[in-house]
């Protein structure tokens, strides 16, 4: 088997380099955003004036639905403070529905839609410089929903914008009852899900990028394997 952060993974199962507008021509944008390509990554910022509080941010997923045993990478490069990124993943209706079907309330980036709707999540956070509580102490957070549940925290190793050089690989592993986040291989944080304390097990689901006004920031070489 091959290991990719070292977890040792089955198959590939989903590819994109996010390099151009072709590559995301399915997704689904929830909110407003500016999407562009301008050194081959792609870059996601605010549409909507930050003074706008949640409602100039906003969710773009990608359409594939995943199953419950996976590693997800992608490559993450902050340009601008403030604000804080998230990752969605095991994403789907409380009732079982797909996170996209009629049924479900309509979602336009606001967080509470997210955490305290009618979907269940993980969501992890991470980046974060937004409040001045976040950027004098950089964590990376995972929370649980529905509800607001902080079930995990690491320290975050990504300087502050003017700093960064290069893209950094960033990694959630979900597996069994474990879920693990990685920045360039290093073990932030784990949690081991009880599938009570924090609401019942999350299966598989849909994987979207969250990001608050006015961060800018570009993504890369998003891969999906089964674990």
Not at 53 to 72: R, T
Request: hydrophobic letters at 35%; proline letters at 5%; aromatic letters at 12%.
């Amino acid at each position: 088997m091959e290991k990719v952060c070292h977890v040792e993974v089955q198959e590939l199962l989903y590819e994109n380099p996010l390099c151009c507008e072709e590559d995301i021509q399915d997704f689904i944008l929830e909110g407003q955003a500016k999407i562009s390509f301008p050194e081959g990554r792609m870059r996601l910022e605010n549409a909507l004036d930050a003074e706008k509080g949640q409602k100039a941010n906003y969710v773009l997923w990608c359409p594939e639905e995943f199953p419950s045993d996976v590693l997800i990478t992608w490559e993450f490069m902050p340009l601008r403070e403030p604000g804080l990124c998230i990752l969605f993943f095991a994403a789907a209706g409380r009732g079982g529905e797909d996170l996209f079907s009629g049924k479900l309330a309509q979602r336009t980036g606001e967080y509470s839609q997210y955490h305290h709707g009618d979907i269940d999540a993980f969501h992890v956070s991470y980046f974060r410089r937004k409040e001045p509580d976040e950027r004098a102490f950089h964590t990376c957070n995972l929370r649980k929903s529905y509800g607001f549940h902080l079930v995990a925290q690491g320290g975050d190793p990504i300087p502050d914008a003017d700093e960064v050089r290069k893209p950094y690989r960033v990694a959630v592993l979900k597996k069994g009852d474990s879920v693990v986040f990685y920045i360039n291989e290093l073990e932030i944080f784990r949690f081991e899900d009880d599938g009570e304390t924090y609401g019942p097990h999350l299966a598989g689901g849909r994987i979207g990028f969250r990001q608050l006004a006015p961060l800018v920031a570009e993504y890369g070489a998003l891969k999906v394997y089964k674990v």
